[in-house]
């Protein structure tokens, strides 16, 4: 349940709701964002309890955690197993490969190790020279262009684990889900600082999908509704930009430049989704001694996203509310996570199971 008095400016809050209400849509009106962000703050400030009836907002698969497949999981297990130290962030250790995760490597003795950003991975490699070393590169277009820097200027006994993967991909994806009915897109912010405003434009030049690019406020989420409502009601559809004070709409071009000097942009494998074209990065063919699998002659196998029951692949679409999951607060929780979505602060399910969340029966 939201209560107004929690937003930074309560009365611009209930103006908006209430401009909501009055566009009042005559059909069931969805509006979908790809963003972990974005769901912690519709959810943390229970602005699904505000809207009308009739107005959805749905999660697609914003959070680099979840979709990460367990094939590359597989691979990162099979590289701490071998001796090779495998440096990534906190939350992938726990994410499931098919048999196993970097936690349980670590507790059969492989050396991982939990960074806090890439800059430290380089640190350790340069103060172990003998030792090879694995940096896990996980993440959107956000981090991408941090893993590019270091991938030009590694140290000799770094390489890289990439699992970089795209939204736009991801959102176009979702449009082929015949059943999802999207009326409109909530584009991340942190996202489109970087790739700016350009790669959506095909959203609502071809699909004719309304689209606002949006801060991460509760009054930037209401503010996106509001607009998305805007157009829909007057059946428009157009790319808007309600995150101005940190988007420009040619986006990052350093960041840009550093991700085309590193990366080919390929088809990548998206957790329980399946490949999808163009929405991953790999490393150049000049990257091949940067390039953890070339490097340590490994080959990513097909791997087994779900487990029995794990109804991740339809969370992460929007498809079905984590409540709805039979594992949900049941065998899954934040404790013992059976499921991606259930293991990083970005993931629908732990979000809503953060939140006091229930199953239902
Ligand atoms: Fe997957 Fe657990 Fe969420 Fe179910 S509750 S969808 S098993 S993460």
């Known amino acids: 349940m939201s209560t107004l008095t929690s937003f930074r400016d309560p009365e611009l809050a209930k103006r908006l709701v209430n401009d909501i209400k009055k566009l009042h849509p005559p059909h069931k009106t969805v509006v979908c964002h790809v963003c972990g962000t974005h769901e912690w703050t519709v959810t943390h400030f229970g602005l699904r309890t505000l809207l009308p009836d009739l107005v959805e907002v749905i999660a697609g698969p914003g959070c680099p955690v979840c979709v990460l497949p367990a094939a590359d999981i597989d691979v990162a297990v099979e590289l701490a197993l071998k001796g090779v130290t495998i440096t990534t962030f906190g939350d992938v250790l726990r994410v499931p490969g098919s048999q196993s995760s970097l936690v349980e490597a670590k507790a059969q003795g492989g050396d991982v190790r939990v960074v806090y950003s890439i800059q430290n991975a380089v640190k350790m490699a340069k103060k172990e020279p003998d030792r090879e070393f694995a940096f896990f590169a996980i993440g959107f277009e956000t981090t991408a262009p941090l893993t590019a820097n270091e991938v030009l200027k590694a140290p000799p006994n770094l390489s890289f684990l990439t699992s ?28 489109s600082t970087i790739i700016g405003l350009e790669p959506y434009r095909v959203f609502s030049e071809a699909y004719n999908m309304p689209v606002v ?44 430049s550093l991700m085309a000097q590193a990366f080919n942009v390929v088809e990548g494998r998206w957790r329980g989704l399946g490949r999808l074209p163009q929405s991953a990065l790999a490393l150049k063919e000049e990257f091949v001694e940067q390039d953890a699998l070339q490097k340590h002659h490994l080959r990513k196998k097909k791997g087994k996203d779900l487990l029995p029951g794990c109804q991740c692949h339809l969370v992460m679409i ?44």
């Open 164 to 191: 970089h993967r795209l939204i736009p991909p991801a959102m176009e994806f979702l449009l082929g889900v015949g059943d999802l009915q999207i009326d409109g897109f909530i584009a991340p912010g942190h996202v």
């Open 318 to 361: 929007g498809k079905i509310k984590p409540s709805e999951c039979p594992l949900f607060m049941e065998t899954c929780n934040p404790n013992e996570p059976k499921g991606a979505c259930m293991v990083s602060n970005e993931g629908t399910c732990r979000i809503w199971a953060q939140h006091g969340g229930t199953r239902i029966q």
């Open 213 to 256: 690019v949006a801060g991460f406020e509760p009054i930037d989420v209401l503010i996106a509704v509001d607009m998305i409502l805007r157009q829909t009601k007057k059946s428009e559809a157009k790319l808007e930009n309600e995150y101005s004070r940190a988007v420009k709409p040619e986006g990052n071009l350093k960041a840009l």
